[in-house]
C-alpha cells in the first residue's frame, strides 16, 4: 500500500488537497481529504471520494472514428492523420476562423486547461469567451473593484457574519461552508442564506431571506439603505477609498423598506434583520455565488452586492472567485500574449445558433459536454448534426457530446496525469502528480498539441515548447515560502496574493460609480431592471447537485434526477400531485420530467437540479435562452420562464 497527495482539478471551489491510497497493484482503494490542507481539513465530496471509481466507467477507451451510427476503433496515427487532414483542409479552403475550439474546465490543471490552447492560438482559430459560468459576475463587480478577489478562506476566522448570496456552499463548495460552520461553533459567528427557495444551505442558515429571483439589486440597495439610515457606514473609509458615494447614497435611500418588500417579496422586518446583523457582527464576509449572476441582469446582482461591504469600510469583504489575485501569468501559459495572430471570439453562451447557422467547419471540443450544457440545445444539436462540420472530442469519457462527434479521441483523467492546478477560493497550490498509469490508450492534452502542430507545421515554437519550463516562468515569484522546485517537489505552499487596497480601476479607488460603465453601456450604478414574465407562468430555478459536478459522475450515481419541485399551492390548483409526470415548456421546446411537490420552493417558482435529460432523453438546456446577458455576455438559465402542465 501506498499513498500520494494530489489536487483535485475538478471546476470547483475547494481544490482539495487529496489523499490517495493505492494497493500494491497500484489500484486505487480509496480517496481522501488531506487533514493538513487549511481548508480540505480531512474530508472530500462525494465526487472526490469516487474518482477512483469513476475511472474504470464509461471510459472512452481509444480514439474512435464515426461510420455512419457506428463508432470504429482507430489507431492513433490514423486518428491524428484524420483530424489533421481535415483541420488543415479547412483552414485552407475557408480560413482558420472556420476552426472552433470549444473548452471548458472539465479539468482546471494549467497544463490541461491553459496550456493547450496554444496552438488554436497560434493558428487563429476561433474561440469562445468563455462565458458560460462567472463571466458576467466579473465584469460587473470589476467595474467597482478592478480584479474581483476578495476574501480568502484563511481570513474566515476573523468574521463574524457570513452571507451567502445566491450561493448553494454547502453542495457547491462544501468546505468553504463547513468552515464558516466551524467558525459560527467556536465564535458564535451568523450563517445568513439569501436564496429563493430554501437550498441545502439554506437549511443551516441562522436566517434565510427569500427575496424573488431577479430581485437582488433591490435588494442590496435595501440593505444599503438600512446601513446608511442607521449611520452604520465608515465615513472615513468612503472618503478614502471610494469614489461616488454621494450618488450611491441619493439611489440607496430611494429603496425604502417598502420598495424592498414591493419589488423583493422580502418583509421590512426581514430586511432589517439582515441590516442588523451587518451593523452588529463585524466583520462579515458577503460570499456571492456564481448562480446569483445567472440571470438576465445578473452581472448588475452581483456588482450591487459586492458593494455592501465597501459601505461597512472593509476592503475587498466579498468573495466571488480569488484567482485574479495571484501572480500566476495564466494568459502567457494558454499561450494569448503570444500569438501575433488575431483569434476570433465569439459568444459561448450564444453558440448554439452560430453553429447551427453553419458558421464553423471544424471543432474540437475539449474539457466540456456542450452538448448538454450550453443553452438552446434543440439549436445546438441541429448545429452538431450538420454534415459540412466536422466535429473532434477529445474527453476522458463518453460524454453525450463524444457520442455525437465524427472522431472521439480517449483523454487521461486528473488522476492518470501530471499537472498544477491553479486554486481560485483558497491560496494554497500543490504539484498533481500523475498518481496511476494510464488506464485506457489515451494522450494527454499536451501531447495531442503537439502532434496536431506537428502535422500542422505550425512555425511558433512556442507552441511546442516544453511546458513545465512555461509553467516555471509562469509561477516565477508567485510563491510566498517557496519556489518552483518545492512545487515540484510535492511541498504544499502558499501563493503570494495582490494588496486588498488595491484597485485596479481607472481612480485607483473601490468606484462606487463605474467610470467606466459608459463602455459597456451599463449604468455607473447598479440598476433594477423590470422582470420578465414572457414565456410562461413560472420562472425555473436551477442549481448544482451534491454528486455531480455538471454532467459527470452519472456513471457513478446513475442519471441527475429528472425532476421538478413546485409548490404545493400550484400544484394543487394544477392537478399535480408528488411523483406525478408533468410537461415543462416554452418556446424553445418541452422536458417530460416528475413532479416534486415541496414547499421549497415558493409559489411561482420552480427548481429543478441542472444538467439533467429528461424521461426521454431531451436535455434540461432545451428550455434555456442562448441569447447572453446584454452586459458580461453570461448565460440566463436563471431567468427561464416555463409553463408546467400534468400529463
Ligand atoms: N441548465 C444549466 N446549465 C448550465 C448551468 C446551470 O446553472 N444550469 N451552469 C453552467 C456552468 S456554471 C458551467 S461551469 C457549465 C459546465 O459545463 P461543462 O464544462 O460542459 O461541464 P461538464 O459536464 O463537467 O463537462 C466537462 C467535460 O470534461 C471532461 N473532462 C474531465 N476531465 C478531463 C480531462 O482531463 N481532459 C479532457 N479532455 N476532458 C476532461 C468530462 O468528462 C466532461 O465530459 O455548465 C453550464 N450549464
Ligand atoms: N457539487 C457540485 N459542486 C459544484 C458544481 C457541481 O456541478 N456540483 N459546479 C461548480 C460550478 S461549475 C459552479 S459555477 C458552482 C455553482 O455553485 P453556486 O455558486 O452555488 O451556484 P448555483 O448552484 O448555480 O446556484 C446557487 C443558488 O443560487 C440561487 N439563485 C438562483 N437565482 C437567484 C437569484 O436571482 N437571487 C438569489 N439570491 N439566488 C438565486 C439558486 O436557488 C441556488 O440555490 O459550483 C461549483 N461546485
Ligand atoms: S470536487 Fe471540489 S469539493 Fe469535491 S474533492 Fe474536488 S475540489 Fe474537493
Ligand atoms: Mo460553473
Redesign the pocket.
Known sequence: MKTIITAC???CYDTCSLIVTLDDAGQIISSNGDPEHPLTRGFTCPRGAKDGQRLTTNRVTQPFLRRGTEFVPIDWEAALNIVATRFAEIVEKHGAEKLLYL?????S?LM??AF?RRLWYALGATQTDHA???KAGHRGIGLHYGRRSGVFPHEFAEKRLFVFWGFNATVSSPHQFALARKIREQHGANIVVIDPRRSETAQQADLWLQPCPGTDVAFAYGVMSYLIRQQAIDKDFLRQWTLGFDALQAEAIQWTPERVERVTGVSQAQLEALGELYCVHRPSATLIG??LQ?CDFGADQARAVSLIPALLGQHRGFYYTNGGAFYVDDDMIAGKTLTGKASPVISQVGLAELLASGAFRGMM??????A????NQRAFRAGLQRDDLFIV?????W????KLADVV?P????L??A?VVCPWSHDRIRLSPQVVAPITDSR??VWLMRELARRFSVQEDWVCADPWNVMETAFDGAFEDGDWHDLMAGKLLTLKKRPNAEYETPSGKIELTASQAARFGVSPLPTQQEISAAGGEFTLL???NVR?????FQEVYGAIPAIVQINPKDATRLGIQQGDAVTLMNERGALRIKADVTDDVPPGLLW?P??YADLEGVP??T??TSEPQAFGSG?R??S?RVRILKQ
Do not use: W
Open positions: 482539478a475538478r471546476d473548452d471548458y474546465a472539465g479539468n490543471g490541461t486547461e493547450s458560460v459560468c462567472s456564481i448562480g445567472k471540443v475539449q474539457g466540456m459536454n456542450p448538454v450544457t450550453l443553452p472530442v477529445h474527453d476522458t469519457h460524454s453525450d457530446t463524444a479521441l483523454a487521461p483523467t486528473y492518470e496525469k499537472d494527454d492534452e436551477n442549481s448544482a455531480y459536478t455538471s454532467s459527470q429543478s441542472r444538467q434540461q438546456n428550455l434555456m448565460p438559465f436563471n427561464t
